[in-house]
């Protein structure tokens, strides 16, 4: 599992740095090509026009809440596909003794990696000894943020792929997109790079995956679960509805995080959390620790 996550790690860097280089030529293109850029916009504008008008689509499967639940072993829950025109319906409770996290998620936002970076090895450690599960919800706010490419819905598109196929593999999916993550305002992976991350972290049926990620099967989900998170209510929570990312939910409650993602700051609301769900339920319990690593 160590070896895969930080192979797909090293990866995400290749990547960036050959970025970087791209990003070098397309910005001397630009500035010799005005007219040809007006005609790349137009162009991105009929696309959108097109691709708004897809029709209806399911959910992707193990992810009937609009986002994938992952317990011990970093195996996910399984769950049908949302079906065409259905509501999310909130997952199953944990038991008493292990905490439920939910996050949601874009993949372009600069606080979303913040909080990845500071909290994420807690959030593994957690999962690993079965103290908390983590449901992932992706969603696409920034889509108009990369420089035309929507790299925030394709990116969401992507993991919903995963989900659906690989989703065993899915936390690693979700690691290396954040371990070298584009910065807001640029391209930000394109669709080869981000099959190439997935390969790297070991997931499975990479032909279906890159049919799914060319095709942009789950786009049309991808936008109404947008929709759906940011007009609320959240399912199961006590959360109206998503007004920031990152926005984390810890058995229902949201956690309104004062500092930089501190991750001390962020266990201690865990275990206050863990220690509510005791109080209401008591049974030996794992709570998470608030012995976290400091932040940066």
């Known amino acids: 599992m160590s070896e895969s996550r930080e192979a797909a790690r090293e990866r995400a860097r290749e990547l960036r740095a050959e970025h970087r280089k791209r ?3 397309r910005r001397f293109g630009i500035t010799v090509g005005v007219i040809g850029g007006i005609l790349v916009a137009g162009l991105v504008i009929t696309l959108v026009f097109i691709t708004s008008a897809r029709p209806a689509t399911r959910g992707p499967q193990n992810m009937q809440s609009d986002g994938l639940k992952i317990g011990e072993g970093f195996t996910a829950v399984r769950t049908p596909a949302l079906a065409i025109g259905d509501s999310p319906v909130a997952s199953e409770p944990n038991p008493s003794d292990v905490v439920d996290i939910q996050i949601y998620y874009d993949y372009l936002c600069p606080n979303c990696g913040a909080f990845e970076e500071r909290n994420g090895d807690q959030l593994r450690e957690w999962i690993e000894n079965n103290a908390a599960t983590v449901e992932y919800h992706p969603i696409a706010v920034f889509t108009a943020k990369s420089a035309g490419t929507q790299y925030s819905l394709r990116a969401a598109n992507a993991v919903a792929c995963v989900a659906e196929l690989s989703p065993d593999q899915f936390f690693a999916y979700h690691e290396a997109l954040f371990a070298d993550q584009p910065e807001e305002n640029t391209p930000g992976y394109d669709d080869d790079e981000l099959l ?12 279906n995956v890159e049919k799914c990620i060319d095709t942009q099967r789950f786009r049309v989900w991808v ?7 940011l007009a609320g209510p959240i399912p199961g929570t006590e959360v109206a509805s998503i007004a920031s990312t990152p926005t984390i939910i810890v058995n229902g409650e949201e ?9 001390n700051e962020f266990a201690q609301f865990v275990a206050r959390a863990a220690g509510q769900s005791f109080s209401d339920n008591p049974t030996p319990t794992p709570t998470p620790t608030t012995t976290a690593t400091p932040a940066p």
């Open 23 to 25: 990003d070098r030529r």
């Open 196 to 207: 190439a991350i997935a390969k790297a972290a070991g997931v499975e049926h990479l032909g």
């Open 255 to 263: 956690f309104k995080y004062t500092t930089a993602f501190d991750p």
């Open 223 to 229: 936008n109404e679960a947008t929709q759906r998170a």
